[in-house]
């Protein structure tokens, strides 16, 4: 049990992920119900995923290779980013202005700028390094540190994007139901003629 326990954090912090709504499923949600179609917000799980796994990605190469990263400065790095793709779409004249849905490619870098602000990747170095040290026992596996580091990569992200799914999925129901149930409850019945 103890070298499954690595494996299980790398996957319970995948799903906890799930659950935050600044991790996507509220943009897959509103994706969703702005178009009318459920589809369109699973559509939108792929690139969110996409960068959310870049963000630990890059967290997880840097313990195998023996990186010492500074959270601080990477998550200025990553605020910055932000900054300038604020100050673009200020300078862009559509601030106030009604705008189409972010693409995939938008999706993704919010999901990725998002992922490293608040740590995603730190969390993980508690679970990686046990998977990822050179004696560490390797149950029916040759693979090399960085393979290890990559699966857990894939593991955060799957439980992530499982749950995402399933909260995005659970509010493109619910919002129209719950919408439908007070327009019903603010119009007063109506009287039956005399």
């Given at each position: 049990?103890?070298?499954?326990?690595?494996?299980?954090?790398?996957?319970?912090?995948?799903?906890?992920?799930?659950?935050?709504?600044?991790?996507?499923?509220?943009?897959a949600?509103?994706?969703?119900?702005?178009?009318?179609?459920?589809?369109?917000?699973?559509?939108?799980?792929?690139?969110?995923?996409?960068?959310?796994?870049?963000?630990?990605?890059?967290?997880?190469?840097?313990?195998?290779?023996?990186?010492?990263?500074?959270?601080?400065?990477?998550?200025?790095?990553?605020?910055?980013?932000?900054?300038v793709?604020?100050?673009?779409?200020?300078s862009?004249?559509?601030?106030?202005?009604?705008?189409?849905?972010?693409?995939?490619?938008?999706?993704?870098?919010?999901?990725?700028?998002?992922?490293?602000?608040?740590?995603?990747?730190?969390?993980?170095?508690?679970?990686?390094?046990?998977?990822?040290?050179?004696?560490?026992?390797?149950?029916?596996?040759?693979?090399?540190?960085?393979?290890?580091?990559?699966?857990?990569?894939?593991?955060?992200?799957?439980?992530?994007?499982?749950?995402t799914?399933?909260?995005?999925?659970?509010?493109?129901?619910?919002?129209?139901?719950?919408?439908?149930?007070?327009?019903?409850?603010?119009?007063?019945?109506?009287?039956?003629?005399?």
């Open positions: 049990m103890a070298i499954d326990a690595p494996w299980l954090a790398v996957a319970g912090l995948g799903a906890l992920h799930g659950l935050n709504p600044a991790t996507g499923w509220i943009l949600a509103a994706s969703g119900l702005r178009s009318g179609d459920r589809r369109r917000a699973l559509r939108a799980l792929a690139p969110i995923a996409a960068g959310h796994a870049a963000s630990v990605a890059l967290v997880a190469v840097g313990v195998v290779v023996g990186l010492s990263m500074d959270r601080l400065l990477v998550q200025a790095l990553a605020g910055g980013l932000l900054a793709v604020v100050l673009g779409h200020l862009g004249g559509t601030a106030g202005r009604s705008r189409a849905p972010a693409g995939h490619a938008g999706l993704a870098l919010w999901s990725f700028m998002v992922s490293t602000g608040h740590g995603a990747g730190a969390m993980l170095v508690p679970a990686l390094v046990p998977l990822c040290a050179a004696d560490a026992p390797r149950v029916g596996f040759t693979a090399e540190p960085l393979a290890f580091a990559l699966a857990a990569v894939g593991v955060h992200a799957a439980a992530m994007l499982a749950v799914g399933a909260v995005a999925a659970v509010a493109c129901r619910a919002v129209p139901v719950a919408t439908d149930l007070l327009g019903r409850l603010r119009t007063p019945p109506a009287r039956a003629p005399r």
